[in-house]
Every structure is written in C-alpha cells, then in structure tokens.
C-alpha cells in the first residue's frame, strides 16, 4: 500500500541547515509528485514545495530562497533542504501525495 | 501566489445536523488541462491531515457520501451531512492549480 515516511533531526540550531528525508513505498516517484507541506504549533497548513514526477521542482515563493528538494529515485527518497532556519520554521513538517500523507515530523528550532 | 479564502472561520454544528464551508479563490482554479484542482482536507487533532475530495466534487477512497463538493472557477463549497463525531476537527481547502499551491486558512467544526 502507499506509504509516506519523514525522518530527520527533531531539534535544529537557529541559522542551521534543515534536512529531512521523505521515504515512499507503494508507488513509484517517477509517477507522481511528491510534496513537502509543513504546520507550525496550533497553525494551519502551509505548502512548501514540490518534486515533480519528471524531476521539476516548484516552490513557495516566501522560502524559495531558502529551500531546496531533490530526490533519489533508486532508494525511493524526497529530500528536503531549508537553511537559514529562524524559531518560526519550528513546526510539523509532512510529504505527501495526493491523497496520502506521511505521519508528520516534528521540528524545533532552537538554542 | 493564489490566495484561498475559506468562511467562516468556525463551525458549531449539532450531532446529524447539517453544515457547510465556503472557499474563495483569488482567481481561476480552471487549469488549461480542463480540470479544476481543489481539494478538500479534514484534519482530527494531532493526525496528519486527510483527504475528502479532489477535483471539485469527487470523494476520495473509503469517505462517506455525508461529504459532497461543488464549486466551479472561485467559488467551491463543501457540505457535510449527518454529522458524526468523527467529523470534528478543521477541514482545508486547498488549490493545485497554480504554483505555488495554497491552502486555505483552515475552518474548526466543533460540536454544538
């Protein structure tokens, strides 16, 4: 069955580099786009960017200078990159495809 | 960047009753593809969100008809009947079409 899973450091230094990993079982990344979306605390949604299913990425205009994802087909992996990171990225960060979602990692930027 | 505007804001609604949600896009969620892509999510506390309907008006594998979407070009609604306990937490709108995606602020279904 399809399957998300995000993996990653839970606690990250302010002005540090994020670095999390999506693991997908069940399709293929070549099928299908693959998104990051991230919640801050008591927040509401927020679309990060996309890995297409040919390889293009799109991004949220307000991290595009910050973000970066990229993926390994042959291990089934999307990487996300977020550097720079502020108190305010501390938040839930999920992949997802359409109509399945990962279970969510939590990240805190902090001292 | 598209701005998706979901009303209201919170919902109180009584065990079987009826209720729906308004999401306003900011502008044509029409792709040149043909297909319209909105999409519906709930969210139950401390779950990961789940998705009801894609592309307007089709409900997703295993959600209940009690779900229905309609909607064309900015203005789409959701509409939630017979309502269970299992229907409360803050559903989500949110567009496809346009790069980058967005989503709505998000609307809280509380029990009455």
């Known amino acids: 069955q399809v399957q998300l899973k995000e993996s990653g450091p839970g606690l990250v230094q302010p002005s540090q580099t994020l670095s999390l990993t999506c693991t997908v079982s069940?399709?293929?990344?070549?099928?299908?786009?693959v998104h990051w979306v991230r919640q801050p605390p008591g927040k509401g949604l927020e679309w990060m960017g996309r890995?297409?299913?040919?390889?293009?990425?799109s991004y949220n205009s307000a991290l595009k200078s910050r973000l970066s994802i990229s993926r390994d087909t042959s291990k089934n992996q999307v990487f996300l990159k977020m550097n720079s990171l502020q108190t305010d990225d501390t938040g839930t960060y999920y992949c997802?495809?359409?109509?399945?979602w990962g279970q969510g990692t939590l990240v805190t930027v902090s001292s | 960047d598209v701005v998706m505007t979901q009303t209201p804001v919170s919902l109180s609604v009584s065990l079987g009753g009826q209720t729906s949600i308004s999401c306003r896009s900011s502008?044509?969620?029409?792709?040149?593809?043909?297909?319209?892509?909105l999409y519906w999510y709930l969210q139950k506390p401390g779950q990961s969100p789940q998705l009801l309907i894609y592309?307007?008006?089709n409900r997703f594998s295993g959600v209940p008809d009690r779900f229905s979407g309609s909607g064309s070009g900015t203005d789409f609604t959701l509409k939630i009947s017979r309502v269970e306990p299992e229907d409360l937490g803050v559903y989500y709108c949110?567009?496809?079409?346009?790069?980058?995606?967005?989503f709505g602020a998000g609307t809280k279904l509380e029990l009455k």
């Open positions: 997802t495809r359409v109509g399945y």
């Open positions: 069940g399709f293929s990344l070549t099928s299908y786009n």
């Open positions: 890995m297409r299913y040919n390889g293009d990425t």
């Open positions: 502008q044509s969620l029409v792709h040149s593809d043909g297909n319209t892509y």
């Open positions: 592309k307007v008006s």
């Open positions: 949110y567009q496809g079409t346009h790069y980058p995606n967005t």
